[in-house]
T-cell receptor
Framework: GQNIDQPTEMTATEGAIVQINCTYQ??????LFWYQQHAGEAPTFLSYNVLDGLEEKGRFSSFLSRSKGYSYLLLKELQMKDSASYLC???????????FGTGTRLLVSP | SQTIHQWPATLVQPVGSPLSLECTVEGTSNPNLYWYRQAAGRGLQLLFYSVGIGQISSEVPQNLSASRPQDRQFILSSKKLLLSDSGFYLCAWSMEREYYNEQFFGPGTRLTVL
């Protein structure tokens, strides 16, 4: 079966660090994606992990542990514009399908 | 560079009316194409995907259908809309690669069925 779990909502303060966790159980695995989606807009790609470890990209980093079926997205030096939903998605083998979680809505306050 | 277009941006339709949403991709050939629906406060649900012209796979049973008449054109249709069809419809594309299948999303169509 396919199952992706992430918290529904998180709050944080401008300038702080926040970690958004994601656990996955999928029949096949072809990498873990993180997307950002501002309200009313389309998702945009943030990061991709296929090997265990940390991938850093500016203020955003993403971590993967395949043995634990676990990933997190780390956002540093939070800005107001980071208020958005963050979607975790597992890449399915066989065909290029992505299985999406329901998303974590992050609210950054001043 | 590649771009993906969707129209219309918003649509209000009465129950029982037909639907046609169009998606086109520019700057690439033979892309994989996808239709998703996102209901209010919910995640992305994959509706259909296509690996080539005329090839459509359905993920969930519903009163919607999809067609791919040309390589870079993907159409979502319904003969009779239901209230439950309301939502944010997103088209996406990806390249055919074995290990990296990042999907790129269009701007979406917000459909309200009254």
């Amino acid at each position: 079966g396919q199952n992706i779990d992430q918290p529904t909502e998180m709050t944080a303060t401008e300038g702080a660090i926040v970690q958004i966790n994601c656990t996955y159980q999928t029949s096949g695995f072809n990498g873990l994606f993180w997307y950002q989606q501002h309200a009313g807009e389309a998702p945009t790609f943030l990061s991709y992990n296929v090997l265990d470890g940390l991938e850093e990209k500016g203020r955003f980093s993403s971590f993967l542990s395949r043995s634990k079926g676990y990933s997190y997205l780390l956002l540093k030096e939070l800005q107001m514009k980071d208020s958005a939903s963050y979607l975790c998605a597992s890449g399915d083998t066989g065909f290029q399908k992505l299985v999406f979680g329901t998303g974590t809505r992050l609210l950054v306050s001043p | 560079s590649q771009t993906i277009h969707q129209w219309p941006a918003t649509l209000v339709q009465p129950v029982g009316s037909p639907l046609s949403l169009e998606c086109t991709v520019e700057g690439t050939s033979n892309p994989n194409l996808y239709w998703y629906r996102q209901a209010a406060g919910r995640g992305l649900q994959l509706l259909f995907y296509s690996v080539g012209i005329g090839q459509i796979s359905s993920e969930v049973p519903q009163n919607l259908s999809a067609s791919r008449p040309q390589d870079r054109q993907f159409i979502l249709s319904s003969k009779k809309l239901l209230l439950s069809d309301s939502g944010f419809y997103l088209c996406a594309w990806s390249m055919e690669r074995e290990y990296y299948n990042e999907q790129f999303f269009g701007p979406g169509t917000r459909l309200t069925v009254l």
